[in-house]
Every structure is written in C-alpha cells, then in structure tokens.
C-alpha cells in the first residue's frame, strides 16, 4: 500500500450532517462536513484516551466531538474545546491529530493520504465525461473484493483474460486473436489500445443485441493512473455506442479493496436503462473477484522472477513499474510487517501536511514506518561495494 496519493474515502451522497468513519491504508478516519458544506477528514484517534470521532456528532463550532469525553476538533485537527476544563480554557498545543486535504469529484470524496505539499501532489485522474451530461449518462456503483489493491488493479487493465473469465465479453477460441495494439506509460499512468472480437451484448431488452455483430472487432481502451489506482475502461462498442468504466480502487487494508465505479454511456441515456448497466457492471466485477481472490500470493509479487510473463502481459508490466518507481525511489510503500508487533498495542496513523510544517510539535501518534527506498548505485562503484550488498 502507498501514501502520499489521493484515494476515494466514500461516495459524496454518504457524507451529510454525520460523522463517518472511512477506512484507507489499514487505518481509520473520519469524514465530517462543516458549515461551509466542505467535507474535512481527520484522523480517527482521539489523541485524548483513544475514542473514535466517527462514533461523535458535529458542533455549533464547526468541529467533530468524541463521544468519549466531548472534547471537539476543527476541520484542521486542532482541539477547540475540552467539556471538563469549562468554556475558554486554554487546549494544550498537543492536542492536535493530523487532517488531510479533501476534494469532491465526480460524486465521491477524495482525501490526500500524506505529507506532500500541494505542488507535489499527483492530479485526482481526469473524467471529464462525467460533468459532460449532454453526452454521457452516468450510474454509480461499487465492489468490495477480498483482494490486494495491486492485483485488483493489474486485473482491471489485463486484456487477456476477457476471453476466459467473461463470457460476455470474449471466447476462449478468440484469445490469439486479442491484442494490444498501442500503449503508453509515464511514471505516474499509462493508457493502451487493444483489439477484441467479443460476442453480441445482452440486456436491455434485447435491444443490445443489434448493437454489435458476433465476433465484430472492438476497440477497448484500458488505462491506469496511480492516484487512486485508478482504472479506466474506455470500450467503443460500435461507431456510435461507447461507455466508460471509471473505477477507483480505495485499499482499505492489505486484504480489502473497494472499488468506486462510475459508468458513462452515450446511448439509451434514460433513466428506465440504469438498472440494467449496475447490474451487468457488478456481474463483470463478481466474475473477476471469482478469480482475483484465489490467487497466490495474496500480493502482487515485487519481480517477475517467479512468473512467467508473455507478450501480452506488456500492459500490467506497466502497472507494475509504475508502482515499482514508488517503492524503489520514492520510499512511499508502508511497511506494515513493521506494525505487526506492536498489533494491539500500539496505533498508528498516516502522515498530514501540517506534520511536515510543524516538525517541533511533539504529535501523541506516531506515523505509519516506510519501506525505505533502494540508493541508486554510486557513480563508478559497483553494486558488491554498496555497503546495502
Ligand atoms: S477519548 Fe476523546 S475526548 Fe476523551
Ligand atoms: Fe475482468
């Protein structure tokens, strides 16, 4: 799992005038709206015994109180008020937990889970389908997979396993027919181009069936951005019916994915059609999580040394490089076999911006440790003289 990337915490219509509790990178948080309508996230640890905020209420202060002890925090982190010291008294200046930036797009609440400042941070991934209602008509759904992010992701951009695991959408006897034709990668996304020879579309009365003949070329074009591992299904059904797939893949622990999916479609834009596209969306993900949630290991491996990849595979070899240059650089995977001693005992939390301005406050939670990143070699020294060999 990696920090320092914006992630969907929860869909936007699930955030009114309560507390929630939205769980990202194995730890808890609290999303609450203030007055303004802006939705802030906090830490969800009470740096006073430890209670859970997303358990409390929202105040005439602007704040989220705890139910423990009532103590209320801003949209920033800091404590306001503590009930048993009376009405302006002064709040410790530890008394603070860490706050992360927020932004609603495209109907669901994104959070900054780090320390970067702005100018840092990588773009929430553009959709602008979305706000396009003129053309394209949107449903909203989502998946909970019993899966690491990593492999929910590789599965989503994978071609050629249409032919074998969805029988709407390919035939095993189709499979050397399949291709990439085109693909792209930065250090941050990539996109592709890929040719498939799917069967004719079902549902909507039937009336899919015209829409494409058996075995009709189709143009798919799957892409993927490391800022909310998202993935993006763009599928050109024929000249005139296209849709888009936009999923972001929250981890919400090492085990547990949940995925935001919003689907775009230019055609039979009425409302009476919605049903139908949820469920033929969770149909595809439900025959995925068949396959993704049995394969070992439960991780995406960190080499290739122990699979044996094929031509087609280029694609998820992106994916796989892209996360590699955040690992190896960047140092921003967690190192959650660091925590497993402390289970129980010990709690920890992901870093905020404010942590990184404000280095001399002694903060009550300790962060999340990283998995450091490999030096590059020296210049003229080889890898048997690096002290690391
Ligand atoms: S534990 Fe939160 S106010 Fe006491
Ligand atoms: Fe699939």
């Given amino acids: 799992m990696l920090t320092n990337l914006w992630y969907v915490a929860e869909w936007s219509r699930a955030v009114k005038d309560k507390p929630v509790q939205a769980r990202l990178l194995g730890q808890n948080f609290v999303l609450f709206r203030d007055k303004s309508g802006k939705v802030n996230c906090l830490s969800d640890i009470c740096i006073h015994r430890g209670g859970s905020l997303a358990g409390g209420w929202t105040t005439k202060r602007d704040c989220v109180a705890c139910p423990y ?16 010291r009376g009405e302006g008294a002064e709040v410790p200046e530890r008394a603070r937990i860490d706050a992360y930036p927020t932004q ?3 109907g669901m609440i994104w959070v900054f889970m780090g320390d970067l400042p702005e100018s840092e941070r990588y773009p929430i991934p553009p959709f602008p389908e979305f706000d396009d209602r003129d053309k394209w008509r949107p449903i909203e759904t989502e ?35 399949n291709r990439i034709a085109k693909m792209e990668r930065s250090d941050i996304a990539g996109s592709s181009s890929c040719v498939l020879y799917p069967p004719p579309m079902q ?88 396959i993704v949630e049995a394969i070992a290991p439960h ?70 440790p990283l998995v450091p990143p490999l030096r590059p070699p020296l210049q003229g020294v080889s890898r048997s003289d690096d002290k690391r060999a």
């Fill in 69 to 84: 002890h009532g103590w209320e925090f801003d949209a920033e982190g800091k404590v306001q008020f503590i009930p048993s």
């Fill in 104 to 106: 609603e797009r495209y």
């Fill in 143 to 177: 998946f909970t997979w019993k899966a690491s992010v990593d492999r929910v992701v590789e599965n989503g951009i994978d071609i050629a396993h249409t032919s074998f695991v969805h029988p709407g959408f390919g035939y095993q006897e189709m499979a050397a027919k």
């Fill in 203 to 290: 549902g909507n009365a039937g009336l899919m069936r015209f829409a494409r003949k058996d075995k009709a070329e189709t143009h798919v074009h799957p892409g993927f951005y490391l800022s909310g591992h998202c993935v993006r299904l763009h599928i050109q059904v024929n000249s005139w019916m296209e849709m888009i797939i936009f999923d972001a893949n929250t981890p919400v622990d090492e085990f547990t994915t949940r995925s935001f999916v919003v689907q775009v479609r230019n055609f039979f834009k009425w409302g009476m059609f919605d049903k139908g596209s949820v469920k033929r969306t969770l149909k595809v993900f439900a025959e995925d999580a068949h």
């Fill in 299 to 368: 991780h995406l491996p960190e080499s290739l040394e122990h699979e044996v990849s094929v031509e087609q595979d280029k694609f998820m070899a992106a994916w796989r490089k892209v996360r590699k240059i955040h690992i190896e650089e960047k140092g921003w995977k967690i190192d959650t076999r660091a925590m497993e001693p402390y289970r129980g005992e010990k709690a920890f939390t992901i870093p905020s911006p404010a942590r990184r301005l404000n280095p001399e406050l002694r903060w009550a939670l300790d962060t999340v």
